[in-house]
């Protein structure tokens, strides 16, 4: 099972920093973004963050509790779009909550 794991968290691991450089470089479309959803600019460097997935290919616990860290983050992330009317930028939250989502299933298997 270790392949289909890898399979899931190599490419999520991959994207997340995509993500995260947005946030610590505070790009203007990215600050807009978060503004729009009611989080401050100043939070944005707590926001960013995937070592854990990679950590946790080797130690499942670790691996497990990234995932699911990011199942929740993500969730809060579709819901506070969709509370702030901001429909438009819920799918990739929600491909990155499927994807986390399909880490610690894969561990438990």
């Known amino acids: 099972m ?3 794991t890898a399979a899931v968290t190599l490419p999520l691991t991959a994207l997340l920093p995509v993500t995260a450089l947005g946030k610590l470089g505070h790009r203007p479309d990215v600050v807009a ?3 729009r959803v009611g989080v401050p600019e100043d939070r944005l460097n707590l926001l960013a963050g995937a070592a854990g997935l ?3 290919l080797f130690l499942t616990p670790v691996g497990i509790a990234a995932a699911a860290a990011l199942v929740v983050y993500f969730a809060l992330a579709i819901a506070a ?4 009317r901001d429909a438009a ?3 990739m ?3 990155y909550l499927l994807l986390a989502a399909a880490v610690p299933t894969l561990h438990a298997l």
């Not at 779009?81 to 702030?84: G, I, T, V, Y």
């Open 81 to 84: 779009h969709l509370r702030a």
């Open 54 to 56: 990679v950590v946790g």
């Open 2 to 4: 270790l392949i289909a």
């Open 33 to 35: 973004t978060y503004t």
């Open 93 to 95: 939250p929600a491909l």
């Open 89 to 91: 930028n819920t799918p």
